[in-house]
């Protein structure tokens, strides 16, 4: 029923009665709980209601639903679908934890109780086991690297190799051993996936990169050198890429970033002068038109794609966003997810942000000394941890 009353008066009388096909007085929302977790996708039900004569007429009503989710900044991704029982499923992300109102409006007409408030938590990541490793596994895994159709790397340390195995865990095959020869590492590091087919590894104490194809395990090409100038390296730690499919690595023991060309030549560095120097980069990431670095001043620093300083993320600390010596990281891409996820070493555990920086969940159970992580297309979190020498698997 709908009225308008223009006074206030001690009693109303209705002259007429306003009626529309849905009955929102008996529409309902189900699936709001207090278990929404912030970075994870969120989801319940509008349940639309329609009058007797419709329901009885035989006809297929019409129904519009609209949502509102406030803080609109605290949203991710909304969508509404109808499923076939005339049910709405309704889908967000809630970017951080907090209180959250949701205004559920069907054909214009707001639910009774609408807005309806909840309380989203801060994620709590699960270790829910180690890696299903069959056949030859690591004796100390560093580096992870997952490809798109699941197929995983990781750097063994202590037999300066890098081992493939399927997106089951099936051992593959093993490439590279001790040694200075093209092919051979001195203490591999970090690795990532140039393509599906090829992939690049830090190779620290021979200061350089190094190109494989993971089908075959052959050497394909390596780059750099020891030294101070552009396109030498002093115990590179990490690689990735930008947008521009250009090799981003990790110079730890000369405090920088370098940019480069696939095929090695220098196009810029950054992270060694100015007010926000870097200190020993352990691990870099590209994210949205953005370098996000970690550093050995217990945080993280996130520079534009020319490499210009914007903020810092965490400081010294075991609190919540606080870090010592942070270490791999990544960005969480499964659905719609795009959670920041840092290995925050010293204080045994994940710790998890928005790419802006807002602390949003953390590992339940503590680990030793996490060092790299990764994430798979199918929604796990692989995390190697320096000192059991074992892969987790998160959720």
């Known amino acids: 029923m709908k009225f308008v009353s223009t006074i206030a008066p001690e009693s109303l009388s209705l002259g007429f009665v306003a009626t ?8 309902t929302v189900e699936g709001l709980t207090d278990n929404f977790q912030a970075g994870l996708e969120a989801e319940f039900l509008v349940c639309p209601k329609i009058s007797k004569e419709e329901l009885t007429s035989g006809t297929q009503p019409k129904f519009h639903v609209e949502v509102v989710v ?3 900044d605290q949203e991710g991704r909304l969508i509404i679908c109808e499923k076939g ?5 309704v889908k967000f992300i809630p970017k951080a934890p907090g209180k ?3 205004t559920v409006k069907i054909n214009g007409d707001k639910l009774a109780n609408s807005p309806f408030t909840v309380q989203v938590k801060e994620r709590q990541l699960e270790i829910v086991g180690e890696l299903d490793l069959k056949g030859k596994t690591p004796q100390e895994p560093r580096g992870i690297a997952v490809n798109s159709n699941g197929l995983i790397a990781v750097v063994d340390e202590k037999r300066h190799c890098v081992l493939i195995y399927d997106k089951e865990g099936s051992f ?3 490439f590279g051993c001790c040694g200075e020869n093209p092919g051979q590492f001195n203490i591999p590091c970090g690795v990532t996936y ?3 087919d090829e992939i690049l590894v830090a190779d620290q104490l021979n200061h350089r990169i190094q190109q494989f194809n993971v089908q075959t395990g052959n050497f394909v090409k390596s780059f750099g050198e020891y030294g101070t100038g552009e396109g030498e390296f002093e115990t590179p730690e990490d690689v990735c890429f930008d947008g521009e499919g250009r090799v981003v690595v990790a110079d730890y023991n000369k405090d920088r970033i370098q940019v480069l ?5 220098p196009v810029f560095e950054f992270g060694d002068s100015g007010s926000e120097e870097l200190s020993k980069p352990t691990g870099c990431i590209y994210h949205k038109n953005m370098f996000i670095v970690s550093d050995q001043n217990n945080s993280l620093k996130v520079f534009d794609s020319s490499g210009t300083f914007l903020y810092k993320i965490g400081e010294e600390g075991d609190a919540d966003g606080q870090f010592r010596y942070p270490w791999g990281l990544c960005v969480e891409k499964y659905g719609n997810r795009q959670n920041l996820l840092v290995c925050d ?3 045994g555990r994940i710790q998890q942000f928005t790419v802006e920086g807002c602390f949003t969940g953390k590992t339940v159970t503590a680990l030793q000394d996490p060092s790299y992580i990764a994430t798979t297309p199918e929604g796990r979190t692989l995390v190697s941890d320096y000192k059991t020498k074992k892969i987790y698997v998160l959720k």
């Open 20 to 27: 529309s096909d849905t009955d929102v007085s008996l529409s």
């Open 70 to 72: 406030e803080p609109a």
């Open 85 to 89: 029982d005339r049910n709405f499923q």
């Open 100 to 102: 959250y109102n949701i």
């Open 172 to 174: 593959l095959r093993k």
């Open 194 to 196: 140039l393509s599906d």
């Open 261 to 265: 060309t696939k095929d090695g030549k």
């Open 345 to 347: 070493s010293n204080n």
